[in-house]
């Protein structure tokens, strides 16, 4: 697999139609706070619906919405290709109150399925931020992941992240502030890389989540999406 520097930013990303008016919640009413991230490398663009309701419109792959506000229990999600009514997700997922979620748009567009992730936007340690890695790549098998100085020999180290398997989220890591070197090999060969990003920055109080993907169509080169999950 080739080694590939690819670090995608989404802050303050405009991509995204939200119809707002489907996630007014009343007053009193509980809520929760839902992101949908697209990880289907080969579904084309697709629209998103709660509850029956169109949410978002035309969503490229490797592309994520900001929080979407929705009364907590449980929500009906549809995703399906843009311009047709034809849904290749439809789940109903069980959001509880004053929760944060991340909802991704999963593997080949064959087998796509929504896989849900509860969010710790609880604030970082004074003085540190926190980093969550994903792994949503579905051609990339079972991973090791490095987050290490930027010019680390990722071979004299053993890996922060090690099997991280397809469809996981590793534990949230406790980081000091400052620029990284986000590395992902092949579990247990330190050798290949699939995914290398030199210069990944966090700043104390922020909140990441790095998402390992497929190229668009499936497989190499592998791509690394960062969430801004707070501040």
């Given at each position: 697999?080739?080694?590939?520097?690819?670090?995608?930013?989404?802050?303050?990303?405009?991509?995204l139609?939200?119809?707002?008016?489907?996630?007014?919640?009343?007053?009193?009413?509980?809520?929760?706070?839902?992101r949908?991230?697209?990880?289907?490398?080969?579904?084309?663009?697709?629209?998103?619906?709660?509850?029956?309701?169109?949410?978002?419109?035309?969503?490229?792959?490797?592309?994520?919405?900001?929080?979407?506000?929705?009364?907590?229990g449980?929500?009906?999600?549809?995703?399906?290709?843009?311009?047709?009514?034809?849904?290749?997700?439809?789940?109903?997922?069980?959001?509880?109150?004053?929760?944060?979620s991340?909802?991704?748009?999963?593997g080949?567009?064959?087998?796509?399925?929504?896989?849900?992730?509860?969010?710790?936007?609880?604030?970082?340690?004074?003085?540190?931020?926190?980093?969550?890695?994903?792994?949503?790549?579905?051609?990339?098998?079972?991973?090791?992941?490095?987050?290490?100085?930027?010019?680390?020999?990722?071979?004299?180290?053993?890996?922060?992240?090690?099997?991280?398997?397809?469809?996981?989220?590793?534990?949230?890591?406790?980081?000091?502030?400052?620029?990284?070197?986000?590395?992902?090999?092949p579990?247990?060969?330190?050798t290949?890389?699939?995914?290398d990003?030199?210069?990944?920055t966090?700043?104390?109080?922020?909140?990441?989540?790095?998402?390992?993907?497929?190229?668009?169509?499936?497989?190499?080169?592998?791509?690394?999406?960062?969430?801004?999950?707070?501040?």
């Open positions: 697999m080739p080694r590939v520097s690819r670090l995608i930013s989404l802050f303050g990303m405009s991509l139609t939200l119809a707002l008016t489907a996630f007014t919640v009343g007053c009193g009413q509980e809520h929760a706070r839902v949908i991230v697209h990880a289907s490398p080969d579904a084309g663009n697709v629209d998103v619906l709660f509850d029956g309701k169109v949410s978002l419109t035309n969503v490229p792959y490797a592309t994520a919405s900001d929080y979407l506000t929705v009364s907590a449980t929500r009906r999600i549809e995703v399906r290709p843009t311009g047709s009514s034809n849904d290749v997700i439809n789940s109903n997922v069980s959001f509880s109150s004053h929760s944060d991340t909802v991704l748009a999963e080949l567009a064959a087998s796509i399925a929504a896989v849900v992730l509860t969010d710790d936007n609880s604030d970082p340690a004074s003085g540190k931020a926190k980093v969550r890695v994903v792994h949503a790549a579905p051609s990339a098998g079972t991973v090791d992941v490095y987050i290490v100085a930027p010019g680390t020999d990722i071979t004299t180290v053993s890996p922060t992240l090690p099997s991280v398997a397809y469809q996981a989220a590793a534990a949230y890591l406790s980081v000091d502030p400052g620029t990284y070197e986000v590395v992902v090999t579990a247990g060969n330190n290949t890389i699939a995914i990003v030199p210069n990944f966090i700043t104390a109080g922020q909140i990441r989540s790095a998402v390992a993907l497929d190229a668009p169509g499936g497989g190499a080169p592998f791509q690394l999406l960062v969430l801004s999950d707070k501040n």
